[in-house]
């Protein structure tokens, strides 16, 4: 296992990758914690306002990328990273200096949250079809787990470093860090190959569409696991975007104290990935999803009002069941969908996930105010719950299974054993 690590790590592109996708989380880790605590300090612990621009940045999200996802398939995946990483740079770094000049208008904040709603749109179907593409076939599951523990490890540094900055500089400093961050990862991707386009260009983006639902729904765990991610979606959304903020901000201790139980969601997500390096489940997409019931546990002990700790505790087993979710998740993806169709796929998978997203986001305030705060947080983490434990009942998610497979690579045959098996007609 150790010799396979290092020579995945040997391999350049991958390595290349590596640095720049983990970079890239770091600025992302900056964001959840400048934006809500930037936006509820500049506007008094306004919620209403928080969850506008939280709104008008996943709504572009959720609408386009489908067709981030057919760019992606249609364009060499590197440059539309590049592209998306920069629409980041210029989103986040002008909401900085925003917050840095006292603006409080929705006007201003709204246009640029939506650039960033775009950049995602388009950022996350090219990553997912560009692993392949720089990892031997062989490794994809390893190649997975190093990506998540950059990840992982980015975000727990950029968590820790975005609280005690939103602290002592403000929201506005850690905007910019976050948006300079992103640019630094454009100038990694400039060392990445840039692989031509994995689909011909003569088949119109309807037709490409279609081809790539599909295959989706040809898969039964793909489709049903999605549409339950899009439910807990939501409610993360509302729990943790705006609902958990807010309770940071009023009883918990500000800024620092949601910091640390997003902390420990991260630390959880490198004992997650660690256990991934060594684990791989018979039944990978059942024991992942499995593993998803901990998200349960931090939303609900905020709600019954615990103590700080034990909120931190609950978000440290909600990441490490996540993080072996996510890295099961990519491996079945990347190994079952073909090369071609891969970020189209990807991107009904991301489309799916967060169609319900800024529902949570609307829904939240509304909610908490008729029926309280804390009640609204026991909620969240019932349905949580009940979701997750209806999605284990069906019978593709327990069906898909691990096996070794041969793969073709440079015209040789090659044993995998990162595959995962499942017929693609699992939905009868």
């Known amino acids: 296992m150790r010799s396979t690590n290092m020579e995945l790590l040997r391999h350049r592109p991958f390595a290349v990758l590596l640095a720049a996708r983990t970079l890239n989380m770091l600025g992302f880790a900056f964001e959840p914690v400048a934006l809500a605590f930037g936006i509820l300090h500049l506007t008094g612990n306004d919620k209403s306002f928080l969850s506008v621009v939280l709104v008008a940045q996943t709504l572009p999200e959720v609408l386009l990328t489908l067709f981030g996802g057919v760019v992606a398939d249609r364009l060499p995946r590197v440059w539309v990273l590049r592209v998306g990483q920069s629409i980041n740079f210029v989103s986040w770094v002008s909401m900085g200096v925003l917050m840095l000049m006292d603006v409080r208008s929705l006007w201003a904040y709204c246009p640029l949250a939506v650039m960033g709603g775009v950049a995602s749109a388009v950022i996350y179907p090219a990553l997912t079809g560009i692993i392949p593409e720089m990892t031997p076939a062989p490794l994809l599951q390893q190649g997975n787990s190093w990506l ?41 991707t400039m060392m990445l190959p840039a692989l031509p386009a994995p689909a011909g260009t003569t088949e119109s983006m309807v037709r490409q569409l279609a081809a790539g639902w599909g295959e989706f729904r040809s898969r039964q765990w793909l489709w049903v696991s999605v549409l339950a991610l899009s439910v807990i979606v939501m409610m993360l959304q509302a729990a943790h975007g705006v609902l958990g903020p807010y309770l940071a901000e009023t009883e918990l201790g500000g800024p620092e104290a949601w910091a640390k139980v997003l902390a420990g969601e991260a630390t959880g997500a490198i004992l997650g990935v660690l256990v991934s390096f060594l684990w791989k489940p018979k039944r990978p997409i059942f024991a992942g999803v499995l593993l998803l019931l901990f998200w349960a546990l931090p939303t609900t002990l905020l709600g019954l009002k615990a103590a700080l700790w034990w909120a931190v505790i609950a978000m440290f087993f909600a990441g490490f069941g996540y993080q072996i979710f996510s890295v099961q998740w990519a491996t079945a993806m990347q190994t079952q969908v073909p090369a071609d169709k891969l970020s189209r796929v990807a991107a009904y998978d991301a489309f799916g996930s967060i169609c319900l997203g800024p529902l949570g986001l609307i829904i939240a305030t509304p909610v908490s105010d008729a029926i309280g705060i804390h009640n609204a947080m026991i909620g969240c983490g019932a349905v949580l719950f009940l979701v997750t434990l209806i999605t284990l009942c069906a019978p593709g998610v327990r069906a898909v299974r691990a096996t070794t497979r041969v793969v073709s690579i440079d015209g040789k045959s090659v044993r995998s054993d990162d595959a995962t098996s499942n017929s693609t007609s699992d939905n009868t």
Request: aromatic letters at 8%; glycine letters at 22%.
């Open 148 to 188: 998540a523990m950059g990840m992982s490890i980015a975000k727990l540094f950029g968590l820790i470093a975005a609280g005690t900055v939103v602290a002592f500089l403000g929201g506005g400093v850690a905007m910019i860090i976050a948006g300079s961050i992103y640019i630094c990862g454009v100038g990694l």
